[in-house]
């Protein structure tokens, strides 16, 4: 069974900074892209960033792009996402999620919720 | 960036009745597109990708249609557990991914 364990959210202030963990099981992790979604209270989705399955391209959402950087580690099965100079409007519930056939998502995972306020 | 709007933003569905959900691409996306839905609290779900075939375990009242850039998803028979916010999303041409704003298909 395909599991995606989001972690790392939590309260932190304009301009600060935050790492974020998927850990990934029930699928060969080494073999696929992931990539990381967001979704604002109350907003729609919103795609972030997306790693090829040997982290040798990454590929990120302009409102992000130079503040975010998306890592995995295929020894440790985990996706990354580092959150830096973190501002109000990135307020949201990051999932992570895999797509094995296409650029659609089969599997999410249950989220992680990220608040920037001071 | 491929633009995708949703219409209704709302829709009010008697249980049992049918409802037509529509998603329209700013350029073409050929079929690649998927539908998701997703209920308060949970990540979204799977429902067709492909325009038109419906992810495992998807009951058949769900259908997709269409190609290009004209998209429907209708629920033939609405349940209790189908009233939830759909989305679209299109990957034919990234970066970026793109959904669109989403249809809250509530109670009548």
């Known amino acids: 069974e395909v599991q995606l364990l989001d972690s790392g959210g939590g309260l932190v202030q304009p301009g600060g900074s935050l790492r974020l963990s998927c850990a990934a099981s029930?699928?060969?992790?080494?073999?696929?892209?992931m990539t990381w979604v967001r979704q604002a209270p109350g907003k729609g989705l919103e795609w972030v960033s997306t790693i090829t399955d040997t982290g040798g391209s990454t590929y990120y959402a302009d409102s992000v792009k130079g503040r975010f950087t998306i890592s995995r580690d295929n020894s440790k099965n985990t996706l990354y996402l580092q959150l830096n100079s973190l501002r109000a409007e990135d307020t949201a519930v990051y999932y992570c999620?895999?797509?094995?056939?296409?650029?659609?998502?089969?599997?999410w995972g249950q989220g992680t919720l990220v608040t920037v306020s001071s | 960036e491929i633009v995708m709007t949703q219409s209704p933003a709302t829709l009010s569905v008697s249980p049992g009745e049918r409802a037509t959900l529509s998603c329209r691409a700013s350029q073409s996306v050929s079929s690649n597109l998927a539908w998701y839905q997703q209920k308060p609290g949970q990540p979204p779900r799977l429902l067709i990708y492909g325009a038109s075939t419906r992810a495992t375990g998807i009951p058949a009242r769900f259908s997709g249609s269409g190609s290009g850039t004209e998209f429907t998803l209708t629920i033939s028979s609405l349940q209790s557990e189908d009233f939830a916010v759909y989305y679209c999303?299109?990957?034919?041409?990234?970066?970026?991914?793109?959904f669109g704003g989403g249809t809250k298909v509530d109670i009548k």
């Open positions: 999303q299109q990957y034919n041409i990234w970066p970026p991914l793109t």
């Open positions: 999620a895999v797509a094995p056939w296409d650029y659609y998502f089969d599997y």
């Open positions: 029930g699928f060969i992790f080494s073999t696929y892209d």
